[in-house]
């Protein structure tokens, strides 16, 4: 009869907290979508939507100038020599990046203060006005700029993954982060296409854009344009997004304390009984090493994408393909599509079964000798060179999305969740870092590629893709233990 009283007044005490969850301050906007979680256990596909566009918005001007920024920068008229044009687009590429990196960490401190919201808004606002101006630069130093004040306002993609874990249940989180790494992949191979395609319209497009006309005076503008109006229609719908900060002190988790007490225990002595493990994130090895790791691959990322698009449009003298602007475009537009294929119904299944690390090794290793083959289809011509430098671009993608897609998932799983909007910050500054370098040194080595022609080792584009796969090489030793730590297993103490 004890044990039976006991056992209800444990249940009424377990009603009485679960109601007092409910019970959320009223003018709080994380109140509100705290409340709307609690009823409604479903995936809100209007949530993954907002994140997806927010992310794509933020992810098309990175590498949409990718196509044509070897032909703007020749257009500058700043370059010496034809040879040199690739150092001076490294440098455009470049600011972007470090710009980012200089203003992450003070756009997550402002997100964690003022909220989510307003930072998601103002980082697609940026890229209506600067993203314009790029397009509409009529300098090299004017380029410069407008990409640096793109990256530096555009603070936006740390704190969209704090709002992505914290729009959904705690089941769901994971969709939500795999969102945001699907949208910034495909948002990387889809702003190169549109860059190729739409670049120069009065050369691709006489019957539409008439010569001499506003498109022929700023012949880069179209694709930024486009681009722009997107994160203007984004821009609009965010106004509606709702907010994920508490404005106040309280905490409304309470569901610990009633697990405690159906566990036996008394719910008001949670704190002593189960605490958080706070540590210092510079010292949580498994989360610094895959940082560390995924930051060697970013750069390698970038810096190809710089080298694929300069070096696909460079003549055949400097060892190029002489591809149009279009013809990049149609490459990784048949990329782009292969890899929104390949995110929504392979990558699951293969991670499942092999696990984040395990596909991220085979794709590393096998990335090593696709790379060095391209310099060999210089050799190739026509529609043969086309298939196979389509065939080529999409294998390169797929496993290239396939390691930083591992990296980015466990870096979320050796963190708990009060630390990972941190841990997120932290990988954002320093990728950052590292990605600012990629478009520079990419540039400068296929420059210096394309001025030995005629060595014997290694000779022109032989270089440049074998001082990438060097970045490759040393990004897959740390995938392998010692430097890649196991996960933590203890991330909760908990106190007898």
Request: hydrophobic share 50%.
């Amino acid at each position: 009869m004890r044990n039976v009283d006991y056992h209800s007044n444990n249940n009424n005490v377990r009603e009485a907290l679960l109601v007092k969850k409910k019970q959320y301050h009223e003018d709080c906007p994380g109140c509100k979508v705290d409340q709307v979680k609690d009823m409604n256990h479903s995936v809100s596909i209007k949530n993954l939507f907002i994140i997806w566009i927010v992310v794509l918005c933020a992810t098309l001007p990175i590498s949409s100038l990718f196509p044509f920024l070897y032909f703007m920068v020749r257009d500058f008229n700043i370059a010496e020599t034809e040879a040199d044009i690739g150092s001076y687009a490294g440098y455009v590429g470049s600011t972007f990046m470090l710009g980012r990196c200089l203003t992450s960490v003070m756009w997550g401190m402002i997100s964690d203060r003022y909220g989510r919201k307003p930072v998601i808004i103002i980082g697609v606002i940026t890229v209506v006005i600067f993203n314009t101006l790029f397009g509409l630069s009529t300098s090299f130093w004017m380029a410069i700029l407008m990409r640096f004040l793109l990256g530096s306002l555009n603070g936006l993609l740390g704190p969209v993954k704090a709002y992505a874990t914290e729009i959904f249940r705690e089941e769901h989180q994971s969709l939500g982060l795999s969102t945001v790494s699907a949208a910034w992949g495909i948002g990387l191979i889809i702003g190169p296409a549109l860059g190729g395609y739409l670049a120069q319209p009065v050369e691709k497009y006489p019957n539409i854009f008439a010569k001499d006309s506003f498109w022929d005076k700023f012949p880069y503008v179209l694709p930024c344009f486009v681009i722009s109006g997107f994160a203007l229609v984004v821009s609009i719908v965010c106004i509606w997004i709702p907010e994920t900060l508490h404005n106040h002190k309280e905490s409304n988790e309470f569901i610990d304390d009633a697990e405690a007490i159906e566990n036996g225990s008394s719910g008001n002595k949670k704190d002593k009984n189960m605490i958080h493990k706070k540590e210092n994130l510079l010292l949580n090895w498994p989360l610094m090493s895959s940082i560390i790791a995924y930051c060697v691959f970013s750069l390698h990322d970038i810096a190809y994408q710089e080298v694929f698009s300069l070096w696909a449009v460079a003549p055949p003298k400097l060892g190029g393909l002489n591809f149009t602007t279009d013809v990049v475009g149609d490459v990784l537009a048949v990329s782009g599509i292969s890899l929104i294929i390949y995110q929504i119904l392979l990558y699951p299944s293969v991670e499942r079964a092999c696990g984040p690390i395990g596909i991220a090794r085979i794709s590393a290793i096998l990335s090593i000798p696709l790379l060095q083959s391209f310099s060999f289809m210089t050799m190739l011509s026509g529609t043969i060179l086309f298939l196979v430098i389509c065939g080529a671009s999409i294998l390169k993608n797929l496993l290239a999305v396939t390691v930083t897609t591992g990296l980015f998932l466990i870096q979320n799983r050796v963190v708990e969740q009060h630390q990972r909007g941190a841990a997120n910050g932290l990988s954002m500054t320093a990728m950052s870092l590292f990605k600012a370098v990629g478009p520079a040194a990419g540039g400068a080595v296929l420059t210096w590629s394309q001025k030995r022609m005629d060595a014997s080792f290694l000779p022109g584009p032989h270089m440049v893709f074998f001082a990438l796969n060097i970045v490759e090489a040393v990004g897959i030793l740390m995938l392998f233990k010692p430097f890649l730590a196991e996960k933590k297993k203890t991330q909760r103490v908990q106190l007898n």
